[in-house]
């Protein structure tokens, strides 16, 4: 590791330095406690919350029916801080959470060393891991007793989020499944887990307690089953990790699976630009490129589709550029570490070749400057050779994870178009 130290010294000291700059408009927001309505904004009225021990504070249940297992929580600890993959270091655990990231970075310059003078550096334990939500009772009646109410009110759709995504980025999703009377479930992946991740660390234990949990719901009673709703090639990556500690634990789970959606992903490849922009995404927010649409034709001539800024494709700053050429340089060393490469080699070979036999939805844009729209084009024709029901919508002009925002009516459609047709057949009341 001092060999990769040496190598990244200087690079890797700029990225601290530009990211540290770039989410400096910020940091009055940052550095204050967390506001506890930001929370409480994403949680269900106070008497539909079941409330877990203090020593779980990110894990949240609102109190979805037939939830037998949540007990089995109460033996299983989720505090436990993996040394980082680059070699342990430390900062003041006061320090805000934007600057848990960069501080790993800028400490990679650095050989590894002890420092018993501050705390291990902590892994946003005030961030909610996930959360469950239950139907809106509201929901129930709109389909009389047809049985889709039921039918709906046994699938749980699984939310993943994208790289930096919080509980609150991923209510409105969740309220647009309760409202139609599906579960669901909110999962985040904070940065600091994936900065600091390694092999049987945090990461992975996070990830086996959600699968568990899922493992455990599917299998109260015959009836109930998943559907996957994944957020750029993080959500997606998660998504395959699931997938593989489902065939490993009980290979029966995976036809309880009866559809997968698919938001601004994949690129099925380790490939350090993507990961560099999408981090570079996650550190700059509404300052990065990544966050602008473009104008775009649909190839009629007519019906135009044009972002927020006026047509005019956008450029990266100059402290952009600078930070993807550092994180790019960076990835491309990380990626090749044997562990790492492997670790991703097994969850891309089990997305490309080996996902439950349902069908898929994949919505992305051509204006998408993280994830590229060929592709997705390409990885959906691998899908639809290999036999897969698979469903594909270009949506031209917006940008990266925001197409639920940019063009709702559109989006909406697609989802309730692909519920009705593939998961729930012949139930026509999502609307």
């Not at 024709?381 to 698979?390: D, L, N, P, S």
């Not at 940019?406 to 057949?425: A, R």
């Amino acid at each position: 590791m001092a060999s990769l130290s040496g190598i990244l010294h200087r690079p890797l000291s700029t990225a601290a330095v530009i990211a540290l700059a770039a989410v400096s408009t910020d940091l009055p927001d940052r550095f204050s406690p967390s506001k506890p309505s930001e929370l409480d904004a994403a949680s269900p009225p106070a008497s539909a919350v079941v409330s877990e021990p203090p020593r779980h504070p990110r894990i949240s249940f609102a109190n979805p029916s037939g939830l037998s297992f949540i007990s089995k929580v109460q033996n299983l600890s989720l505090h436990h801080v993996p040394d980082s993959l680059f070699g342990s270091c430390s900062i003041p655990a006061a320090s805000p959470p934007v600057l848990l990231t960069v501080y790993r970075y800028a400490k990679l310059a650095e050989p590894a060393k002890f420092d018993d003078s501050t705390p291990p550096i902590p892994s946003s334990p005030a961030e909610v891991l996930y959360r469950w939500h239950p139907p809106d009772p509201r929901a129930y009646g709109v389909s009389g007793k047809d049985g889709c109410s039921a039918a709906k009110s046994r699938t749980v759709v699984v939310l993943l989020g994208w790289l930096g995504a919080k509980q609150k980025h991923l209510k409105r999703y969740a309220e647009w499944y309760t409202s139609r009377g599906f579960q669901a479930v909110t999962f985040t992946f904070p940065m600091t887990d994936i900065i600091s991740y390694k092999a049987g660390g945090e990461a992975e234990q996070n990830l086996e307690l959600l699968a568990n949990h899922l493992a455990d719901w599917v299998s109260e009673e015959s009836g109930k089953n998943l559907v996957f709703h994944t957020f750029s090639n993080t959500g997606w990556l998660i998504y395959g990790a699931i997938l593989e500690k489902f065939r490993k634990q009980d290979p029966s789970i995976m036809g309880k699976i009866k559809g997968s959606i698919v938001d601004s992903a994949p690129v099925a490849a380790p490939d350090p630009q993507v990961w560099a922009s999408g981090f570079s995404a996650a550190f700059l927010k509404k300052q990065s490129v990544a966050t602008k649409g473009m104008l775009s034709s649909n190839g009629s001539g007519s019906g135009m589709m044009v972002a927020a800024d006026s047509g005019v494709k956008p450029k990266p700053a100059v402290m952009e550029v600078a930070l993807l050429a550092v994180l790019e340089k960076f990835f491309e060393v990380v990626l090749n570490l044997p562990a790492i490469n492997r670790r991703l080699s097994d969850v891309l070979d089990v997305l490309s070749s080996d996902q439950p036999k349902c069908p898929q939805l994949y919505i992305y844009s051509s204006a998408d400057r993280v994830i590229p729209a060929k592709s997705v084009e390409s990885f959906v024709e691998r899908q639809q050779r290999a036999g897969y029901e698979v469903r594909a919508c270009d949506f031209v002009s917006s940008p990266h994870v925001d197409h639920f925002r940019s063009h709702p009516g559109l989006y909406t459609s697609q989802l309730t178009n692909f519920l009705e047709d593939c998961v729930l057949t012949g139930c026509k009341d999502l609307s």
